[in-house]
């Protein structure tokens, strides 16, 4: 079965995008920083300092076991149904739960030039670059949806409500996004 990858830097708008994309299109929805979450609940997501602290503690238990996201979604998630996977900015976790031949990636990127980023921003660049790679090659067909989206707009329910506009056609039970 086949996963759905929403890519994209800190405060890019994934899970608003992604939690509207998923309902649309009936799928599971994965958050990928949910393994370093349910491990530090002892940390205050509106504390001021949480982005630098969940990123300092990932650093630490990715050191230990590069495969911690990985292993925690699939010991989680029955990756058989579609599914919908948000932010992957790990290149390591990307390659080691894309599958090129069924998946498919949307890529989001910020408008603004105050956009926030983290030490794992730069994951994002080299999954870009892989993506890229795979299409150059032919390995995958042309359905990176590369879309720049700002909050702000109302381009999350544009997409959704008028897909064709988007370029988003019909594949069995999903859209195949181009």
């Not at 509207?20 to 001021?48: G, M, T, V, Y």
């Not at 949480?50 to 495969?67: A, G, H, Q, V, W």
């Amino acid at each position: 079965m086949y996963k759905v990858f929403v890519i994209g830097k800190s405060k890019v708008g994934k899970t608003t995008f992604s939690k509207k994309f998923a309902k649309r299109f009936d799928l599971q929805h994965i958050q990928a920083s949910e393994w370093i979450k349910e491990k530090n609940k002892d940390l205050d997501p509106a504390a001021a300092n949480y982005r630098s602290d969940i990123t300092s503690r990932s650093i630490k238990e990715l050191k230990t076991n590069p495969n911690s996201c990985v292993d925690f979604i699939k010991w989680k998630y029955d990756l058989t149904k579609p599914t919908l996977i948000e932010g992957v900015r790990n290149p390591h976790d990307f390659y080691n739960l894309f599958d090129y031949k069924n998946d498919y990636v949307i890529f989001l990127s910020h408008h603004s030039k105050d956009a926030i980023h983290s030490a794992f921003d730069l994951g994002v660049d080299v999954i870009q670059e892989i993506t890229s790679f795979l299409l150059i090659n032919n390995l995958i067909e042309n359905h990176i949806f590369n879309e720049s989206f700002n909050t702000s707009d109302s381009v999350y329910d544009q997409a959704l409500k008028a897909p064709e506009k988007y370029d988003i056609t019909c594949r069995n039970e999903f859209y195949k996004i181009k």
